[in-house]
């Protein structure tokens, strides 16, 4: 009697711990939910050029950094703040090129685990380069960042 009782009870224990890693599953962790700041790295190589991209992303509000050294063009680093929504980054990108601060629009559109630069007509506004229409930008693939570990990026 006392070995059935002691099965029964051993049974128990492990049907409801099962049933609880089960119900973790199916609940997204702290870092895929929208309401949790997630940090995201791209990064483009081809041949001599290299395109850092690296953002931390909180309820669609998009911080970070952006380094482009193009070669053969001069190098630009600096800091961008924008918003992300159905997959598009519309941002600004402040930076600093040739000892003059500037500062102008940039759009990434997410593409599985790439970043595909966006390009279209700009202006200037507010001492600012800005899309004319960020609506009607071209993603077309040529600037392609690949996802990758945050740890890779070289400061």
Known sequence: MLKKLFISGVTFIIISCNN?????????????????????????????DTIDL???IDNGAV???????????DK???TIKGTIKDDVLIAEYSFMSEGKMSTRQVAFKRDNNFMVEGYGPITEKDN???????????????IKLTGINCSEIKK
């Open 54 to 56: 690296k953002m931390m």
């Open 20 to 48: 609880h890693e089960a119900e973790n599953k199916n609940e997204p962790s702290g870092t895929d939910t929208a309401q949790t700041a997630r940090e995201n790295c791209y990064q483009y190589i081809h041949a001599r």
């Open 63 to 73: 911080t970070g950094t952006l380094a482009y050294n193009l070669y053969e063009k």
């Open 128 to 142: 600012k380069m800005v899309f004319s229409n960020p609506d009607s930008l071209t993603y077309n693939n040529s």
């Open 76 to 78: 630009n680093k600096g």
